[in-house]
């Protein structure tokens, strides 16, 4: 196994430089990855997508219980009603596969039933441990895409419509939409997103966040610098006036002081979750 210096990933994805360090091709291509939203029409074949999802599906589950499903779509008519909901995500249409990835209770239900034991785990915990089976599964099955030259992008505005979403892919009581994947060639290899300092990301032994204001102001100044927040970007401008220099803590700030899918929690207690 080669190593190569990070370096160069690093600097990319932190926006200040950094020392050489040798890792192996797999960690830099973790370092390396990048959301896509142009495709090519080119077919991705069942083979291939069978062999990402076995990956998928190699990833830890809470006590093996494995809680979440996925929904392959390849119909393309079906994929763009749901572009058409969304509305501003042109690229999910262009993709030859969408997936829906689903936290999935049902299935334990299910076997409790089979074996004429109750199911006694219909709580908040068995809510998360759903939706954490399926992220850590889908992360996995992105980092084996991005290995075989795929390019995908986590859409969590599935959920947006998720009224609509559920009866599209007859998603019975105990299953939910956590988010959908396009998946496909990509036609270029965009520009890596800068992510917050570790600073601000990692504590040692005890949580610490005194010097958020400083450090946010210093990774505000960096992402001004390489990725500003374009107009087009700005949220929320039908609350606050649009104006020039927003850096992406404001802009975060902007988002989160409006209520977004507000009814979550009311669609999941009429989809079978108790929420206890």
């Avoid at 196994?1 to 830099?28: F, W």
């Avoid at 995908?152 to 599935?158: D, E, F, G, H, R």
């Avoid at 989160?256 to 979550?264: D, K, N, T």
């Amino acid at each position: 196994m080669s190593d190569q210096d990070a370096a160069p990933l690093l600097t990319a994805r932190y926006g200040v430089p950094h020392a050489a360090v040798p890792v192996p091709d797999a960690v830099a291509a973790l370092l390396d990855r990048r959301v896509t939203r142009r495709y090519k029409p080119d077919a991705v074949p069942d083979s291939l997508l069978d062999v990402l999802l076995a990956a998928a599906q190699s990833a830890p589950a809470k006590s093996d219980l494995q809680q979440y499903s996925v929904v392959v779509m390849r119909d393309a008519a079906r994929i763009k009603r749901i572009a058409d909901w969304i509305g501003t995500m042109d690229w999910i249409a262009d993709a030859p596969v969408f997936l829906v990835w689903c936290g999935d209770m049902r299935r334990a239900q299910r076997m409790c039933e089979l074996h004429d034991m109750p199911h006694a785990n219909n709580n908040m915990d068995t809510f998360l441990n759903t939706a954490v089976d399926c992220a850590l599964a889908m992360a996995q099955f992105m980092a084996a895409a991005d290995g075989v030259g795929l390019g995908t992008c986590p859409i969590s505005y599935v959920r947006s419509h998720i009224e609509r979403v559920t009866p599209l892919l007859g998603l019975p009581k105990g299953v939910y939409p956590v988010s959908g994947l396009t998946v496909g060639w990509p036609v270029q290899k965009r520009s890596t997103s800068m992510r917050l300092p570790q600073s601000i990301v990692l504590h040692r032994e005890r949580y610490d966040d005194t010097n958020l204001p400083a450090e946010l102001a210093a990774y505000d100044e960096r992402r001004r610098a390489r990725e500003p927040v374009h107009p087009g970007g700005l949220k929320n401008n039908d609350v606050y006036a649009p104006r020039e220099g927003v850096g992406w803590s404001e802009n975060c700030a902007r988002q989160l002081s409006v209520p977004e899918r507000f009814g979550f929690s009311t669609y999941l207690k009429t989809r079978g979750f108790d929420l206890a």
